[in-house]
């Protein structure tokens, strides 16, 4: 099993940026996709941003694209998503996820992974 915690989460201005971590232990990262996912209050959870295995691909909701890039860091076993140019409207819990067999049409479901942490709260005021 992998187990995974999130930080870097917090309050930020409207335009303003945030790094977060998703930490594995248990098993290495890199062989598995990962997911950030969000959810906000009274939403369904959202796909974000995921990372195919093995430094794969990567794939993002159009409405992040050129402001969120999701990341690894083999050596710190961790996958991070540099959040700039942040809106009201990103505000969620940010979830991670992983699963080691995810083929590239199952990477943007969130039942598809098996593996998920315990969220940080981003909020973005205007």
């Known amino acids: 099993q992998v187990q995974l915690v999130e930080s870097g989460g917090g309050l930020v201005q409207a335009g303003g940026s945030l790094r977060l971590s998703c930490a594995a232990s248990g098993r290495t990262l890199n062989n598995y996709a990962v997911g950030w996912f969000r959810q906000a209050p009274g939403k369904e959870r959202e796909f974000v941003a995921a990372s195919r295995r093995s430094g794969g691909t990567t794939h993002y909701v159009d409405s992040v694209k050129g402001r969120f890039t999701i990341s690894r860091d083999n050596a710190k076993n961790t996958v991070y998503l540099q959040m700039n140019m942040l809106r009201p409207e990103d505000t969620a819990v940010y979830l991670c996820?992983?699963?080691?067999?995810?083929?590239?049409?199952?990477?943007?479901?969130?039942?598809?992974?098996?593996?998920w942490g315990q969220g940080t709260q981003v909020t973005v005021s205007s």
């Open positions: 996820a992983a699963d080691s067999r995810l083929i590239r049409n199952e990477l943007r479901n969130a039942g598809a992974y098996d593996y």
